[in-house]
């Protein structure tokens, strides 16, 4: 089975391209998501990413389907869509300005912008509107107390409680704001990520991000990510980061952020607006997988 390794500022992925090798659909993926992925017996990342021909070709141009380290699938990935974008242009004779990809999140648009460091390229995906409403993040707001700032509530977890801000990208994201950077950098998110993550408000557990605000546009975050563990970046999770800390009054609309594995830059125009969200996409490696799984 030949694969491809991708990433988006370390936030690395396996691709299997399904217009070349239709066969693999018929797999167990969850099994083959969590072997590929072992980074001690496998080919290591943070999970499989499938690029599928679409549900229908008038709507969009390639189907993305993600399934985390674990086994999980997911619905959205922002490092892993840029990936893939790059990939279909490079391998699919695509002519087009614009790549529809068809996710869980519903059909996103993506365009290449002007390449900042020589030989990697950059991608602008449009993300779509953030979802705010709890029930459909999901979270279960009943069971939580408010926190000391509006829209914030307490998450209580054995390892301590913490006040977040919840937001939708098309998959759950929880961001707690701390004061100084320090804190950002010193939480055991190994500890508290996990526990955060499984959290009884979260029906479908949910992604953690530590952040911390350096000027009106710029900030830090730290990144659990949901069924993944930690990351070098979470594309999604600096959309919800910048979302929160705009709807809190501490950032600007145009933001760059700052991630373990490099700088995105999220701009959010205005509520009921689409989030914009600028990166790169790397290959690593390419390969023949010959495990049975």
């Known amino acids: 089975m030949r694969f491809i390794k991708m990433h988006g500022l370390g936030n690395d992925y396996i691709f299997l391209d399904l217009f070349n090798n239709p066969e693999i659909i018929s797999r167990d993926l969850s099994e083959l998501a969590r072997k590929m992925s072992d980074r001690h017996r496998g080919i290591g990342g943070d999970g499989i990413i499938l690029i599928c021909p679409p549900s229908s070709a008038n709507d969009a141009d390639v189907l993305m389907r993600i399934f985390n380290s674990d086994g999980s ?26 790549l529809r990809v068809e996710t869980g999140r519903g059909v996103l648009l993506i365009r290449r912008t002007p390449t900042v460091a020589p030989g990697i390229p950059q991608f602008t995906v449009d993300m779509g509107v953030p979802v705010l409403d709890p029930a459909r993040i999901p979270v279960d707001i009943s069971c939580l107390s408010p926190g000391s700032e509006k829209g914030e509530y ?61 000027s009106r ?77």
């Open 73 to 98: 699938e997911a619905e959205m990935c922002g490092n892993g869509i840029r990936c893939l974008a790059r990939y279909f242009w490079d391998n699919h004779d695509f002519q087009k300005n614009r």
């Open 154 to 214: 307490l998450v209580h977890v054995p390892g301590g409680t913490f006040a977040g801000r919840f937001v939708s990208m098309g998959n759950p994201h929880m961001v707690i704001f701390s004061d100084e950077p320090q804190q950002t950098d010193q939480v055991s998110l190994e500890i508290v990520g996990p526990e955060l993550e499984n959290a009884a408000c979260f029906p479908e557990r949910s992604n953690i991000h530590f952040a911390s605000v350096i």
């Open 217 to 293: 546009n710029e900030v830090r975050m730290r990144t659990w990510e949901r069924g993944a563990g930690i990351t070098l970046a979470c594309g999604t999770g600096a959309c919800a980061v910048t979302v929160a800390g705009i709807l809190a009054g501490k950032l600007d609309r145009d933001v760059q952020v700052h991630l373990p594995g490099g700088t995105l830059r999220i701009s959010w125009p205005g509520e009921n607006e689409s989030v914009q969200m600028t990166g790169p996409a790397e290959y690593a490696f390419a390969g023949e997988w010959h495990n049975p799984a």
